[in-house]
């Protein structure tokens, strides 16, 4: 469950834990009204922080998500994910499932191809293009099993 930051017009902000990037944002327990999902501005979480740290899910992927590589930027998330390591193993049940992605568009946007397991299908057929194609019929074939 990603851990997303919040803020309303009003000027009250928040995280909230939601089930997915995709969820709805909450309204405002201030005033009611519509909030609006903020860009991820990690702090350093301290050992007293009440919050857990943000999921290594939350983190940029793209250059530009990292502000093009802004020095003090990335620092922080460094941190944060270090932050987030140690919280997850002090509780491992925060832990995320957290194979490389081979990819995650199309038929892979609910559940992301590892390498992993793009690696076990090109064993078979000795080519990892086709493997991804097979999966990725496979997937539009067979919908169920969606485990969240
Ligand atoms: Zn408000």
Avoid: N
């Avoid at 930051?5 to 834990?17: H, K, P």
């Avoid at 997850?88 to 609910?110: I, Y």
């Avoid at 559940?111 to 078979?124: D, Q, V």
Wanted: proline share 9%.
């Amino acid at each position: 469950m990603p851990l997303y930051d919040y803020a309303c017009a009003c000027g009250t902000r928040f995280e909230l834990l939601v089930s997915s990037w995709s969820s709805p944002a909450p309204d405002c327990p201030t005033c009611g009204a519509q909030t609006a999902r903020r860009p991820p501005a990690p702090a350093i979480h301290s050992s007293g922080s009440s919050a857990p740290p943000p999921a290594m899910s939350s983190a940029p992927q793209s250059w530009e998500g990292v502000h093009r590589g802004d020095r003090e930027y990335v620092t922080r998330w460094r941190r944060t994910l270090d932050a987030r390591q140690e919280f997850e193993a002090r509780h491992p049940e925060h832990a995320e499932h957290r194979d490389a992605v081979a990819a995650h568009e199309g038929v892979f946007e609910r559940r992301p191809l590892t390498y992993k397991e793009l690696a076990a299908r090109a064993a078979t057929s000795k080519d990892a293009t086709k493997a991804a194609v097979e999966a990725g019929k496979e997937r539009t074939t067979t919908p169920a099993a969606t485990t969240g």
